[in-house]
T-cell receptor, first 110, second 113 residues
Framework: DAKTTQPPSMDCAEGRAANLPCNHS???????VYWYRQIHSQGPQYIIH???NNETNEMASLIITEDRKSSTLILPHATLRDTAVYYC???????????FGAGTRLTVKP | DVKVTQSSRYLVKRTGEKVFLECVQD?????MFWYRQDPGLGLRLIYF???????EKGDIPEGYSVSREKKERFSLILESASTNQTSMYLC????????????FGQGTRLTVV
């Protein structure tokens, strides 16, 4: 079973920041947090990952709490094309077991 | 360009048929995965393989088997298809070690009638 919990759905206004939470209270010291998203009718795509420091790339920012039990994916200026299901998973670099949950369905509204 | 190719985008099979879903990758990745996706349930792991001829059960292996005779190909087998196996099936690959990103195929929408 997935080791993360996420809200089933969220809405966000176009142009505003979308903040998607994820709880991973049983994360172990060598496990990373990964985020993927799945746009309708496509396979999931990687967004970002992190261990304990905050991370930023051209798509998003990842904020991980100090105790590492939760994290937030931030899309700084959401567009209609960001409407998708977002998945948060945890795994170690040497762990080939990759389990997803139900994810969060983000709807960006005009 | 990275490629994970699933043999069919849409498939319709009859109850009781033996069904093969094929996945081929060109990235030389050690790990390959099969998931099914149903509305409201997200991605559920059926089986994964971390090497040729090696396999591990995921969360919902019942009614499925897999085969990995070559590194680049991972097959999902429905021994006797049933209507409750109607679903979207997704294949993924993941490199070992420092590779951090999984790659997914486009999915096969299987309908069992």
């Amino acid at each position: 079973d997935a080791k993360t919990t996420q809200p089933p759905s969220m809405d966000c206004a176009e142009g505003r920041a979308a903040n998607l939470p994820c709880n991973h209270s049983t994360i172990s010291g060598n496990e990373y947090v990964y985020w993927y998203r799945q746009i309708h009718s496509q396979g999931p795509q990687y967004i970002i990952h992190g261990l304990k420091n905050n991370e930023t790339n051209e798509m998003a920012s990842l904020i991980i709490t100090e105790d590492r039990k939760s994290s937030t994916l931030i899309l700084p200026h959401a567009t209609l094309r960001d409407t998708a299901v977002y998945y948060c998973i945890v795994r170690g670099f040497n762990n080939n077991d990759m389990r997803f949950g139900a994810g969060t369905r983000l709807t960006v509204k005009p | 360009d990275v490629k994970v190719t699933q043999s069919s985008r849409y498939l319709v099979k009859r109850t009781g048929e033996k069904v093969f879903l094929e996945c081929v990758q060109d990235m030389d990745h050690e790990n390959m995965f099969w998931y099914r996706q149903d509305p409201g349930l997200g991605l559920r792991l059926i089986y994964f393989s971390y090497d040729v001829k090696m396999k591990e059960k995921g969360d919902i292996p019942e009614g499925y088997s897999v085969s990995r005779e070559k590194k680049e190909r991972f097959s999902l087998i429905l021994e006797s298809a049933s209507t409750n196996q109607t679903s979207m099936y997704l294949c993924a690959t993941l490199g070992g070690g420092m590779n951090t990103e999984a790659f997914f195929g486009q999915g096969t929408r299987l309908t069992v009638v």
